[in-house]
């Protein structure tokens, strides 16, 4: 990966400088003031500084996230933003938790005569983690793909007992159900709905393969998650004390082909019944009542800490335009990453996720600050960590505002704008706001340069822009430059990045946050908060959305 030598140095979080400002061009039809200190320069030096390998990542919880933190708080410190953080500080700290194992776990089995066991690491891990601990010994139950979808009449937990025992599982849904190969985005496929399902049943555990049919008859001995994935990088949860300490959730493990097959009796068992599921056969299912197996997992809490950061620069009013976008990213690639089977281990330092939201929240307010016109409405400019392991920064935020929700009057979030291809750009959740809609609609004709798509469909709950949306009531929307084959990978680098079309869409993003600030009209929602109170006392929707948080991300799996 090339470096850019001159932002190799921590000490440029406290010596970088910028350009001198030129005047916005007479005639353009912006109103947005000192818009032309917006550049190419700016942004490339705070992409290629975020983006470096030095900063390792920014994995969420990991001193580069807090060095990234610390880079955004120097850069709207500089140029003359005011902290807006707890306690007069630019910080907000964000409690997290996460679970490891206080031993190996173990799985052993006895059938007649026959006694086995399972090697951790090998033929069985956890699937994300130390989630929940258990000790089991009794029946196993094989519960095929535990999935029921009554759009296709199949429902393969039926007629069967899982109380209070294991239940074993295929991984994805039936493959005569995948339309050019497995779909992991499917409701189905995901392993909360299936737990959920098995938990719902009486499960106390689960143990899960990826059947042979489902990676096109190969072995998947080696596609196993690596169990040093979830010691280097387990998945976090907000740390709210004693409201969260049982999340109710089973433990969940991945097991091996092989493994499966000692389960099921004989080699190529897996397989076997995988066909039968996979056509219907779900009452040929095999019977294992004979076998008694012991699971022994126990899991310990560990507590950690990292920072969301937090500028403001205050208008007139005490309403408030939030511009937010995460710092975070995924370190070595051991937890979410797309190319983790070829590049786990290897540093992705995640230039358009999210470097780019962040030079633009950035570079957004330092325009701002160095002009010479006070906003109407007041800005609070947010980078967040976290967003990477579940939107965990924003959600804490929402949880403890610095700002009070009914004083927000719209919140922008910035995601990966960094790879607009043929300079097409979707700004996603405008529809939630007939004001938002209408002011950026407005705008948008002013950058020609820029193709830009609108959505009338409620958000996607993808990005930091959601918990505001789907908790707090806020109008909201998130202009994104689209799925891109680098996205959650090695190969998301700084020279990758469509800096020539990052530049106007900052300038157009810029221009749509004052219009908002100027904005006479209060902003409406049309979202799940029912209750949501504006800036100006009432309702924000007096109409009152009927979707549901459940059928709005359902409306998105199946939009991906």
């Known amino acids: 990966m090339k470096l850019w030598k001159p932002l190799l140095s921590a000490s440029l979080l406290l010596v970088a400088s910028h350009g001198v400002f030129a005047n916005d061009s007479p005639g353009s039809g912006l109103q947005a003031p000192n818009m032309d200190s917006i550049t190419l320069e700016d942004i490339k030096s705070d992409v290629y500084f975020l983006a470096s390998d030095e ?299 999210n470097a780019s939201g962040v030079a633009t929240v950035l570079e957004i307010a330092e325009a701002l600050a160095k002009s010479d016109k006070k906003p109407r409405r007041s800005f609070l400019f947010l980078t967040f960590t976290g967003e990477e392991k579940g939107l965990l920064g924003s959600s804490w935020y929402v949880r403890n505002p610095l700002i009070a929700h009914e004083k927000v009057y719209a919140m922008i979030n910035i995601d990966m704008i960094g790879r607009i291809d043929n300079h097409k750009l979707t700004m996603d959740g405008t529809s939630c706001s007939k004001v938002l809609d209408r002011v950026c609609k407005e705008v948008a004709p002013l950058f020609p340069e820029l193709e830009i798509g609108f959505s009338d469909k409620p958000p996607m709950p993808a990005s930091d822009h959601w918990p505001f949306f789907s908790k707090a009531g806020i109008p909201v929307f998130f202009p994104f430059g689209g799925m891109n084959r680098l996205m959650h990978t090695a190969e998301d680098d700084a020279e990758t990045i469509n800096y020539e079309d990052m530049l106007p869409t900052i300038k157009m993003l810029y221009e749509i946050g004052w219009r908002l600030s100027e904005e006479q009209a209060y902003a409406d929602y049309t979202g799940p908060v029912k209750e949501a109170i504006g800036p100006d006392g009432n309702a924000r929707d007096p109409n009152k959305s009927t979707d549901t948080d459940e059928e709005q991300e359902q409306e998105f799996s199946s939009a991906r």
């Not at 719902?200 to 040093?228: F, H, I």
């Not at 950690?304 to 690639?333: P, Q």
Request: with cysteine; charged share 25%.
């Open 55 to 353: 900063m390792l990542g920014r994995e969420t919880a990991k001193p580069q996230a807090q060095i990234a933190a610390a880079y955004a708080r120097s850069r709207m410190e500089r140029v003359g933003v005011e902290p807006a953080g707890e306690d007069g500080s630019w910080y907000q700290t964000v409690k997290l938790k996460y679970h490891t194992w206080d031993a190996t776990p173990s799985v052993a089995f006895t059938r007649d005569s026959e006694k086995g066991e399972l090697k951790y690491g090998e033929e069985f891990v956890s699937t994300g983690g130390a989630e929940a601990s258990l000790e089991y010994e009794g029946e196993i139950v094989f519960a095929g793909y535990a999935v029921n979808d009554d759009t296709r009449g199949y429902n393969d937990l039926d007629g069967i007992d899982l109380k209070g025992k294991l239940a074993l599982i295929l991984r994805y849904e039936p493959t005569t159900w995948m339309k050019g190969g497995r779909n992991p985005f499917s409701r189905n496929a995901y392993l909360q709905t299936k737990e959920a399902l098995c938990r719902a049943a009486g499960a106390v555990g689960v143990l899960m393969v990826t059947g042979p049919e489902s990676l096109g008859g190969s072995d998947n001995r080696r596609q196993l998650p690596s169990p040093e994935a979830g010691e280097k990088s387990p998945p976090l949860q907000l740390d709210l004390g004693e409201e969260t300490e049982s999340t109710g959730e089973l433990p969940f493990f991945h097991i091996s082909v092989p493994a499966c097959d000692k389960l099921l009796g004989g080699e190529g068992e897996t397989s076997r019944v995988q066909k039968l599921f996979d056509q219907g056969e779900v009452t040929k299912r095999p019977d294992l009542s004979a076998m008694n197996v012991k699971l022994t997992a126990k899991s310990k809490v560990v507590h950690v800490e990292d920072r969301n950061v937090a500028g403001m620069i205050k208008g007139e009013l005490d309403e408030w335009i939030i511009f937010g976008a995460h710092h975070d990213h995924l370190g070595y690639g051991y937890f979410g990453a797309r190319d983790a089977r070829t590049a786990m281990g290897e540093i992705h330092n995640g230039a358009d996720d």
